[in-house]
């Protein structure tokens, strides 16, 4: 899953640019695997599941953004009332760190959707 491999073989990649970070071709992906034949294409659709993998991965971010502000001695001790001493530094850190990873992070929510619903066959 994390290689973006085919979720049939694991050794086929499932997208035609193997940068993530050349944006007119983050979501261009083989209609099927080269080696084993899986088709990536399963139905109209069918990505949209993948949303719900991106989200859960951005609140992860999220969350480590916080925790590593938190760790790193940038933000102060964090109340009950749930108000940051420095919310600026959180919002910049978090939506900088979202910005830079969100080609990444939205191949791997591709490749752990359809992982979810193809099985291994063995290489």
């Known amino acids: 899953m994390l290689g973006n491999r085919c979720p049939g073989c694991r050794e086929a990649r499932l997208f035609k640019v193997r940068n993530p970070y ?8 083989h209609a ?8 990536f294409l ?6 949209f599941g993948a949303a719900y993998v991106n989200y859960a991965m951005t609140v992860a971010l999220w ?3 916080l925790v590593a502000l938190y760790v790193f001695g940038a933000l102060g001790w964090i109340t ?3 108000l940051f001493d420095q919310p600026e530094t959180v919002l910049f850190s978090g939506i900088a ?11 791997l929510s ?3 959707w359809i992982h979810f619903f193809v099985r291994y066959r063995g290489g």
């Open 22 to 29: 050349r944006l007119r071709s983050v979501n261009d992906m």
């Open 32 to 39: 099927s695997c080269p080696r084993c034949g899986v088709s």
């Open 42 to 47: 399963r139905e109209p659709g069918f990505y």
């Open 63 to 65: 969350v480590a953004v």
């Open 80 to 82: 009950f009332t749930g």
């Open 97 to 107: 760190t979202l910005l830079l990873l969100l080609p990444p992070v939205q191949r």
């Open 110 to 112: 591709r490749s752990i």
